[in-house]
């Protein structure tokens, strides 16, 4: 008798990573993990009852991700690390990237319910940031992401000029942290 293959859970979600990283979470199906692996679908049910299920541990994964890419970007600024860590995902995951952003929040929803609280505890952390509320800070942070997902959908999707670098669009993004936050000071009146 043929012994039965196993799979460990971890195994099965970074075969299903592999699969979204290059079709987008909508392209990962039961079978397609288990052709990657070289199995049938029965060991991936063994750890996961459906593909949504799949997918929930799938975006927590991503989490992961953003979350170590946000500590790789740690120069001493969170706010500016924070948007510098969001223009990376977007260039090196773009897939993901543009699957997050732009499948009318199905995957989003999830993700910002971990990630805001995060960021917002980050920005706490930030000198420039001193005196700004919670609520404050959520206005401004708003204010950043609509402006860096803008930013971002034209770097994943190789809409800025051709001569733009990594670092000139970091650049843009620090230059314009800076003015919100200046602006917001100026509004709050403790400049």
């Known amino acids: 008798m043929v012994p039965k293959i196993k799979f460990t859970r971890e195994q099965v979600i970074e075969a299903a990573f592999g699969i979204a990283r290059k079709e987008g979470i909508n392209g990962i199906t039961m079978r397609k993990i288990a ?52 223009l990376r995902f977007a260039m090196e995951y773009s897939v993901l990237f543009k699957d997050l952003i732009t499948k009318n929040g199905k995957y989003i929803q999830g993700y910002d319910e971990k990630i805001i609280p995060v960021l917002i505890e980050e920005m706490q952390k930030d000198s420039k940031l001193k005196g700004f509320t919670v609520d404050e800070l959520k206005i401004i942070l708003l204010k950043m992401r ?9 770097a994943a999707n190789r809409l800025l000029p051709k001569e733009f670098k990594k670092q000139d669009v970091m650049d843009i993004f620090s230059n314009t942290a800076d003015d919100v936050i200046m602006s917001a000071k100026l509004r709050k009146g403790i400049l």
Request: glycine fraction near 6%; charged fraction near 20%; include cysteine.
């Open 146 to 154: 609509i402006f860096q997902l803008g930013l971002s959908i034209m």
């Open 35 to 86: 052709k990657k692996m070289g199995s049938s679908v029965a060991p991936i049910y063994v750890n996961f009852k459906n593909v949504d299920e799949l997918n929930e541990a799938l975006i927590e994964k991503i989490i992961c991700i953003s979350r170590q890419i946000l500590m790789e970007e740690n120069t001493g600024n969170p706010f500016s690390d924070m948007g510098h860590a969001s």
